[in-house]
């Protein structure tokens, strides 16, 4: 079974391992949203890479939470606790076909 946590359009689904070849990120955001507002963390280390349209990264949590300046600006922790998980967009199905959610 998937386990998956949303994060406005990120989605963070949990994976087994790392896929090898990585570079730790020297950032702690995530990705910044069509308002400006960016998606970020504290704790865990991140790893950004545009896998294909979808899969935007990697990150290896350690007591991480989540920050957004309107989902969650406290910060939020990871639901299924510390683990490693693929980073994905958010699309939905329109007539044309995929499109991208921004927030």
Partial sequence: MTKAQRHGE?????IKKLPK???LSDTKV?????????????????YLKQVDEYIIGYLATD???LF???????????AEGDGVYEIRKGVEIVTEGLKQISD
């Fill in 68 to 78: 957004h300046s309107e989902h969650s600006p406290q910060g939020v922790a990871m």
């Fill in 10 to 14: 990120l989605a963070f689904n949990k």
């Fill in 30 to 46: 995530i990705a910044v949203g069509s308002g400006g507002n960016a998606h970020s963390i504290d704790n865990g280390q991140l």
């Fill in 63 to 65: 007591n991480t939470k």
């Fill in 21 to 23: 070849g990585l570079t």
